[in-house]
């Protein structure tokens, strides 16, 4: 069966532009995450999304990130006037509920120039 | 503040040993702890979850352990592989405040032929 997709694979901007990250969850998972992983370093938690309930964002860098899901289904981490310092792949995982084990897709690698 | 602990030096063993790495966490008490792999380039695997209520819990050549009064997980492969080399990440609900996983640092496992 389909995994946890994500688009595109790699983008690279330039400083101050937009950036819109897409996120296809595993089909029937109520719960959607975000992380950030810099080069090297560990999953910095962004925000998570479960089910109907008010997404947790307290995991967001700045007021330029934003997400929202959709239908409960599809997600969308958009970075507004980018930085070097955006600079990361962006992972997103899905899971079945809360509680359970999470599938992540291969994640975006973002370059800021 | 509450937090996650791993190892972040490298765990350089022989292939056919043992290899243990420890994850600590502060202050909270959490009702599951889970344990991901991740190699270069791709977004972690889940490997196992294990409950307060269990203080062990294997799967072929992998064992976790879970000791809340020391508030640790130890996390063993047996028989190690130089294809077990990789990224290990423990991950936990960290506070009742914040529902999502929160994910260690990982510990690199290096098994040498």
């Known amino acids: 069966g389909a995994g946890v997709s994500q688009s595109p694979s790699n983008k690279v901007t330039e400083k101050g532009k937009d950036v819109e990250l897409r996120c296809d969850p595993i089909?029937?998972?109520?719960?959607l995450y975000w992380y950030r992983q810099s080069l090297g370093q560990g999953l910095e938690f962004l925000i998570y999304f479960q089910g109907n309930s008010a997404p947790d964002k307290s995991g967001l860098p700045s007021d330029r990130f934003s997400a929202e899901r959709t239908g409960g289904s599809v997600s969308t981490l958009t970075i507004q006037r980018t930085q070097q310092e955006d600079s990361a792949v962006y992972l997103c995982?899905?899971?079945?509920?809360?509680?359970?084990?999470?599938?992540f897709g291969s994640g975006t690698q973002l370059s800021v120039l | 503040s509450q937090k996650i602990e791993q190892n972040s030096e490298a765990l350089n063993i022989q292939e056919g040993k043992t290899a243990t790495l420890t994850c600590n966490y502060t202050n909270y008490s959490p009702a599951y702890l889970q344990w991901y792999r991740q190699d270069p380039g791709r977004g972690p695997v889940f490997l196992l979850l294990?409950?307060?209520?269990?203080k062990e819990k294997r799967k072929e050549r992998l064992k976790v352990t879970f000791d809340t009064t020391l508030k640790q997980s130890l996390f063993h492969i047996t028989a190690s592989q130089p294809a077990d080399s990789a990224t290990y990440l423990c991950?936990?609900?960290?506070?009742?405040?914040?529902?999502?996983?929160?994910f260690g640092s990982g510990t690199r496992l290096q098994v040498q032929p």
């Open positions: 089909s029937g998972h109520t719960a």
């Open positions: 995982a899905s899971s079945p509920n809360r509680r359970e084990k999470l599938f």
């Open positions: 991950a936990l609900e960290l506070d009742t405040g914040r529902r999502a996983l929160t």
């Open positions: 294990i409950r307060e209520n269990e």
